[in-house]
Each structure stands twice: as structure tokens, then as C-alpha cells.
């Protein structure tokens, strides 16, 4: 089955612009997404991007796709204390799964 | 709208002790899964249902139940909770074109 895998863990100073990467295992999957889950919350649809699309923005929100690589990143400029949350990537894999979610990055923003 | 619901917040059971989980959602949407999170290990699908009255096993389905009362409502089933059942528990939902999935805020279960 589709495998996501993101690093545990991201520390950047708020101003600057936080990376958050994910790779996956599936080349045929269509749709990948980006959550945020805030602490004691729910995940919450920050963006997604369809496969044939390289790149999405939305705000201070940057989606960057990779196929070749099967490289998913989330650009987040002039990162908040407010940002500070775990971020999840999903795949759209089919099968009765359908989304497979990676393991979050925990993302600290330091004032 | 009130998106996707969940009852109850917080749970302490005892081993051995048996309780119902409840999920609704008000956005027409056929999909509706169960997932638990524990730390380090992400979102694991419990059980799933694409429509009204079908469920299907999801990754660790053991020690669960589930039931797709209508449209709106799936509800997850502990019949004899195990501590290994601590968790974070999250109802979603889907929408058809995206799959963009929709969660609830949380149900977390203690079990002593």
C-alpha cells in the first residue's frame, strides 16, 4: 500500500519561512493534501494539489510537487507563533484506504 | 453547518468496560471513516463506509465495531475496552470530486 513519510519535527523563528516536506510511495495517486492540526483539535484542510499541477499558492501558502521525486512541501512565508501546529500530508491512493496520511511534523515557531 | 460532530469529548473507561462513540455530519457526504492517532504513528483507519449501510475494515479494525445508522451518523463500538485502546479518536468525512476529508474535533478515550 501507498506509504507517506514526513520528518517528526521543525523549529524556525518567526519572520522566517518554515519547509515542510513529505515524500510518498504511490505514482499514480491524483490528489495530496496538506492539514493542520492545532493542539486538542481536529485536522483542518489548509490545501490541496491535483497530480498535474507543480505547484500551488494560496496566500502565504506554497505547495510544490515534484512527481519524478514523489516530493510533496509545504512553504509557509513569514511563519507565526500562530502557525505553530503538527502539519499532515495526505495521498489520494485509491483502494478502500483512499487517503493515506503521513506521520505530521510538529512545527514550533520561536518569537 | 456544523461540519462533522463528535460525543462524547473525553472518555475514562475501565478494562473490560464497553461504550459508543458517535459521528455526524450535516454536509451530504456518502464517505465516513474512523481513525485513531497515537503519537509517532499518525492517523490509522479504523473502519470505513462509502455509503448507508456498507462498512469496511480499515487497518486495525480489532476490538471495534462500527454502524452506519443513516446517512449523517457512524457511530464506533468498543464492545470490552483494552488500555492498548487509549487514544485520540477522530470521525471524518469526504467530499466526492476531491476526497478532501473533513474531521471532527477528537474523542479522547482513556482506558485505566
Known amino acids: 500500500g501507498e506509504d507517506v513519510e514526513q520528518s517528526l519535527f521543525l523549529s524556525v523563528r518567526e519572520g522566517d519561512s518554515s519547509v515542510i516536506n513529505c515524500t510518498y510511495t504511490d505514482s499514480s495517486s491524483t490528489y495530496l493534501y496538506w492539514y493542520k492540526q492545532e493542539p486538542g483539535a481536529g485536522l483542518q484542510l489548509l490545501t490541496y494539489i491535483f497530480s498535474n499541477m507543480d505547484m500551488k499558492q494560496d496566500q502565504r501558502l506554497t505547495v510544490l510537487l515534484n512527481k519524478k521525486d514523489k516530493h510533496l512541501s509545504l512553504r509557509i512565508a513569514d511563519t507565526q507563533t500562530g502557525d505553530s501546529a503538527i502539519y499532515f500530508c495526505?495521498?489520494?491512493?485509491?483502494?478502500?484506504?483512499?487517503?493515506?496520511f503521513g506521520t505530521g511534523t510538529k512545527l514550533q515557531v520561536i518569537p | 453547518n456544523a461540519g462533522v460532530t463528535q460525543t462524547p469529548k473525553f472518555q475514562v473507561l475501565k478494562t473490560g468496560q464497553s461504550m459508543t462513540l458517535q459521528c455526524a455530519q450535516d454536509m451530504n457526504h456518502n464517505s465516513m471513516y474512523w481513525y485513531r492517532q497515537d503519537p509517532g504513528m499518525g492517523l490509522r483507519l479504523i473502519y470505513y463506509s462509502a455509503s448507508e449501510g456498507t462498512t469496511d475494515k480499515g487497518e486495525v479494525p480489532n476490538g471495534y465495531n462500527v454502524s452506519r445508522l443513516n446517512k449523517r451518523e457512524f457511530s464506533l463500538r468498543l464492545e470490552s475496552a483494552a488500555p492498548s485502546q487509549t487514544s485520540v479518536y477522530f470521525c471524518a468525512s469526504s467530499e466526492e470530486t476531491t476526497d478532501t476529508q473533513y474531521f471532527g474535533p477528537g474523542t479522547r478515550l482513556t482506558v485505566l
Open positions: 495526505a495521498v489520494f491512493s485509491g483502494g478502500y484506504q483512499k487517503v493515506t
